[in-house]
């Protein structure tokens, strides 16, 4: 069975990110960028699962900038075989990733395609449930656990208050949770061989797909600073704050 | 193996990987030295494999620097860099040099060391980021995020590589379930650029007895602060020095305001770690310095997006260890090239990567196999590098002998009458000896935090970006668990708390209610002050594990 997963660059999970200058978005001017790391346990887990002999091949796709190729490579170097670079400049929407996805897995066939639940960068939660629809595969989404049984696999899900699991018949889309698994760090030798491995490169035009966008960003703004705590004297004053000034009780 | 080191329980076989040459550090130093080795290389078609490596989650994550740069190192290694995208944007347009007092700024006519018509204002940070760019083009392997935690010998003594630190170790120091071995890179050269105090650098030091026949090294802390001002204040090229308040006199140091392109302005302080007052604090110092009358107006509505520090080399020549060693050599940083009446060190850092890099080549044509000794001590008293220090050493030390005022007018005598050619010099003495007890000193009362234009250490660290993976190990190791209480609080009140700019030390008290040193190893950003100052060398900083510390945007 073959394996694609979906990786995105975004800023580093480390880095505290800031407005620009005219409220349009965050500065990103030599920010540190990063594979979303709810992607990399999406490849950790396509990886375990050849490790494990489920898999045959394990390919590792991302749609962005030409230096998006860092988190191919990142992929590469973790354990995937081989990547797919679509290159596009532009900002790319949910809906437009799921159509270039869609036209990935009709010409790789997998059984597999698993992606992060969401990117950290605008939180979406919105490509993989797109992709089921828009290829009509089924869909686990928030996945904590993974068990592929021949043509089908059984998806242990986080949900409110529990777990569900389903079972799905493969072909099937997965997207990732935090408890799914804890990706390993790459090794130096596996970093060098990464480089050799093959790396497709792309156009969104060759997929027959227009990058277009549907929403309008209108404005990135800093949350309110935070208030400091304060001390309040007896229980009295307390409930007296929460009801008159707080309100909430 | 030494318990300094983070590899010293081996679980598992550690890989080896080959190559001719391996660079500790992704700074100026180490890849011009790499970006020089293949240069070389491809001119004589001559095969030779150079392996960078960088504990910074990426190149330039954590260099930190003013900084102006004078371009003349730079041309001598890539010609065309402006046609080549070059990040040296800002020409300095402008030069003020002040003398501060509490309350009024008097301009100085700028010495000629300051002068800096030609060159530029950059980010260091930046300009490291393009060399890796170039140094990738011409074939330079460089890997990010992996720390040289270890140097290797061969069993003649002469060094055999590095290997890097483990990943996924837990707290008590057994491997994680994530746990990654590190990996030995051997290599006929070693080039050591870890930049001031590296951790590894320090141990060839030792090993090799480099250090015998050289002074101390002296060092200084430089705090900086990159801000988004007005942009009706901005002017872009306009460079500031300091000297004076908010320091005492007997104290080296200043302060520096560049105005880079974007409106950005750094600032920055830098003090000379020779200080005696141990309730001295650079971090204070740095922030009152931006309340001056004179100076707090750039500041005012603008906002500062980030923070760091770093240690550096101030002692020049005198202080220059002995370079090379069988199997490797020490450059940039590592070794101590800044020129300080200057202000400047990434054009020595480079100069002293490109001198150890053809030094090393040519052994490579000549000599096929076995450890390497690439000794540049020849080359580098040839070269403008060892003038240019060499008529600058005098005056840093006229600082330490005569304070501010003595230190100015020595400078001005041994710069306009001697021309540098004094036949005499000065000399160090060691940073971590200087410590008065706080009994004897005054106290400090630094202003609060004022939130808009001064500020706290967490908030500023937290600027910084600084990460660390939580389960490790904390990597400022003492070897004496006793010393902070029982002789560094009581002596000197704990001066770890404030020459540390970003609050790794916190003298807290235990249930029983007795005061204890805690470490809070995830703040640090690496720039070696505990390393340099601690009065009886008890903090011993190693590499956490690779890709932890800050990460640094335009810094």
């Known amino acids: 069975m073959k394996i694609l997963v979906a990786v ?69 170097a973790l354990g995937a075989d081989r990547a797919i670079h679509i290159q596009t400049e532009e900002h790319v929407e949910s809906l437009v990733v799921a159509k270039l996805l869609a036209t990935v897995v009709e010409a790789e066939q997998p059984g597999l395609t698993i992606l992060g639940k969401q990117a950290i960068d605008t939180d979406n939660n919105q490509t993989g449930q797109m992709l089921a629809a828009l ?18 696999v059984a998806v242990t899900r986080e949900i409110d208050g529990g777990l569900q699991t389903i079972e799905l018949i493969l072909p099937a889309v997965i997207t990732t949770d935090l408890r799914l698994n804890e990706p390993r760090y790459a090794k130096l030798p596996d970093i060098m061989k990464a480089k050799k491995k093959p790396l497709d490169v792309k156009w969104p035009t060759d997929l027959g797909v227009a990058v277009q966008s549907k929403l309008t960003l209108l404005k990135v703004e800093s949350p309110a600073e935070r208030k400091g705590g304060i001390k309040v004297g007896s229980v009295d004053e307390l409930v007296d704050k929460l009801k008159n000034e707080a309100k909430v009780i | 193996m030494d318990p300094r080191h983070p590899n010293h329980f081996q679980h598992t076989e550690r890989e080896a990987m080959e190559f001719d040459v391996i660079i500790v550090g992704a700074g100026p130093a180490g890849l011009s030295a790499a970006i020089r080795l293949r ?13 960078v490596i960088e504990k910074g989650s990426e190149v330039g994550a954590h260099i930190l620097s003013g900084a102006v740069m004078d371009p003349c190192a730079l041309s001598e290694l890539i010609s065309d860099w402006k046609a080549q995208g070059a990040p040296l944007n800002t020409p300095v347009t402008r030069d003020e040099f002040l003398f501060l ?10 010495p000629p060391q300051m002068h800096n018509e030609g060159n530029y204002i950059i980010s260091l940070g930046n300009l490291c980021r393009w060399l890796a760019e170039q140094a990738e083009a011409v074939g330079v392997e460089i890997f990010a995020g992996f720390a040289g935690a270890q140097v290797l010998y061969h069993e003649d003594g002469s060094v055999k590589g590095v290997a890097t630190g483990d990943m996924g170790i837990a707290k008590d120091g057994s491997p994680g379930h994530n746990y990654e071995p590190g990996v030995e890179l051997h290599a006929r050269v070693t080039l050591f650029g870890e930049g001031c105090r590296g951790s590894l650098s320090k141990e060839v030091m030792e090993s090799f007895k480099l250090r015998e026949g050289a002074d101390p090294q002296t060092y200084g802390i430089g705090i900086k602060e990159l801000w988004e001002v007005d942009a009706a204040k901005h002017k872009p090229g306009k460079v500031i020095h300091s000297l004076g308040w908010p320091l005492e006199h007997s104290i080296y140091g200043g302060a520096f305001l560049y105005h880079l392109e974007n409106n950005q302005v750094a600032v920055g302080f830098v003090v000379g770690l020779d200080y005696q007052n141990p309730w001295l604090s650079p971090f204070e110092e740095m922030q009152r310095f931006k309340l001056h009358p004179a100076i ?42 800044l020129n300080v009446p200057r202000i400047k060190g990434s054009h020595c850092a480079i100069k002293s990567g490109m001198l150890a890099a053809e030094a090393a080549f040519e052994q490579f044509r000549s000599q096929s196999e076995g450890a390497i000794t690439p000794d540049y001590t020849e080359a580098l008293k040839a070269s403008w590098l060892w003038k240019e220090l060499h008529q600058a050493r005098n005056l840093r030390p006229a600082f330490a002998r005569w304070g501010l005022v003595g230190g100015v007018a020595y400078s001005a005598l041994d710069t306009y009458l001697f021309r540098g050619k004094a036949p005499w010099t000065f000399h160090h003495h060691d940073d971590h000896t200087q410590l008065k007890s706080a009994a004897d000193c005054p106290k400090i009362d630094y202003p609060k935090p004022d939130g808009k234009i001064t500020f706290d250490r967490l908030s500023s660290v937290f600027l910084s970006a600084a990460n660390h993976e939580e389960s ?32 790794v030390y916190e003298i807290v008290a235990t249930e029983q209610d007795e005061p204890r040193l805690q470490i809070n190893a995830q703040n640090c950003v690496h720039c070696k002050t505990c390393d340099i100052k601690d009065p009886t060398q008890n903090i011993n900083w190693v590499v956490p594990e690779g890709g932890g510390g800050p990460n640094y945007p335009n810094m």
Do not use: W
């Open chain 2, 101 to 110: 007092t509490e309350s009024k700024a008097i301009k100085l006519p700028a």
């Open chain 2, 472 to 503: 490790q190990p904390a990597h400022l190791r003492l070897k004496d668990e006793s010393v902070p209480v029982a002789h560094n609080l009581k002596l000197y009140q704990a001066p770890e708390q404030r020459y540390c700019p970003a609050g």
């Open chain 2, 39 to 51: 240069q070389l290389a491809n001119e004589a078609e001559h095969e030779l494999s150079v392996c």
């Open chain 1, 8 to 76: 995105k660059r975004v800023v580093d999970a480390n880095v505290k990110v800031r407005v620009n200058g005219d409220n349009t978005g965050v500065e990103l001017a030599n920010v540190k960028m990063a594979m979303n790391p709810f992607c990399e346990i999406a490849v950790e887990e396509a990886v375990r699962l050849k490790e494990k002999g489920v898999a045959s091949e394990v390919v590792a796709v991302t749609i962005g900038p030409k230096a998006a190729q860092e988190q191919l490579r990142t992929a590469l």
């Open chain 1, 135 to 152: 290829t009509g595969m089924a869909q686990g989404t928030f996945a904590s656990e993974v068990k592929v049984d021949n043509d089908k």
């Open chain 2, 296 to 337: 707090r107006p750039l500041f005012e509505g603008g906002r500062r997006v980030s923070y760091g520090a770093r240690a550096l080399s101030e002692g020049g020549i005198q202080s220059l260890p002995k370079l090379a060693f069988p199997g490797g050599a020490l450059i940039g940083d590592s070794a101590g090239f």
